[in-house]
Antibody, heavy 117, light 110 residues
Framework: QVQLQESGPGLVKPSETLSLTCTVSGGSIDSYYWSWIRQPPGKGLEWIGYIYYSGSTSYNPSLKSRVTISVATSKSHFSLKLTSVTAADTAVYYC???????????WGQGTMVTVSS | QSLLTQPPSVSAAPGQKVTISCSGSRSNIGKNYVSWYQQLPGTAPKLIIYDNNNRPSGIPDRFSGSKSGTSATLGITGLQTGDEADYYCGTWDSSLSAGVFGGGTKLTVL
């Protein structure tokens, strides 16, 4: 059964770039879609975007100008970069495996990222 | 504001049944499958319904899903205190080419 684990800094300064990595184990990164979802404290889920193992991407229009998702298949991980962060980007960030036409089948445990000086 | 509308909260007694609605539009629920997620306090969301009405392995048949037009419903029968959680609907929006979630519903088992 596939397992996902997020890693990265828990504190990012305003205007800087948030960078997170998701390590995939227990299964191949090939032939699947890999996503990032976030949840601000006390609020609901927000889909950030996905990358297919081949490299094609789709992003939330509200974040598209600031988001980049990349994949390193040989290393079984994928990454998120979010530029020019503000306090509104403070959230728990989840990585996940999804089928865009169906559902998000597997989730990481999530990592809290706080944007503050 | 979420593109999918859920009631903020629902409640029922142990052993009873509860339903949670999720209302969308033609571009999301109207065209695509709906999934449902259970988020217990302090944990990551967990898939409980996919493709409108299918349960992943290990999810009890007390959980069911349905879809009609631009709305979907999650049903939970035989409520247990362990079912207290936030529940989210999700789907794909074909106009946005993006995933979308409902705002979430907090289930209280009285």
């Amino acid at each position: 059964q596939v397992q996902l684990q997020e890693s990265g800094p828990g504190l990012v300064k305003p205007s800087e770039t948030l960078s997170l990595t998701c390590t995939v184990s227990g299964g191949s990164i090939d032939s699947y879609y890999w996503s990032w979802i976030r949840q601000p404290p006390g609020k609901g889920l927000e889909w950030i975007g996905y990358i297919y193992y081949s490299g094609s991407t789709s992003y939330n229009p509200s974040l598209k100008s600031r988001v980049t998702i990349s994949v390193a298949t040989s290393k079984s991980h994928f990454s998120l970069k979010l530029t020019s962060v503000t306090a509104a980007d403070t959230a728990v960030y989840y990585c996940a495996r999804e089928d865009p036409t169906t559902a998000i089948f597997a989730w990481g445990q999530g990592t809290m990222v706080t944007v503050s000086s | 504001q979420s593109l999918l509308t859920q009631p903020p909260s629902v409640s029922a007694a142990p052993g009873q049944k509860v339903t949670i609605s999720c209302s969308g539009s033609r571009s999301n629920i109207g065209k695509n499958y709906v999934s449902w997620y259970q988020q217990l306090p302090g944990t990551a969301p967990k898939l409980i319904i996919y493709d409108n009405n299918n349960r992943p392995s290990g999810i009890p048949d007390r959980f069911s899903g349905s879809k009609s037009g631009t709305s979907a419903t999650l049903g939970i029968t035989g409520l247990q205190t362990g079912d207290e959680a936030d529940y989210y609907c999700g789907t794909w929006d074909s106009s946005l080419s993006a995933g979308v979630f409902g705002g979430g519903t907090k289930l209280t088992v009285l």
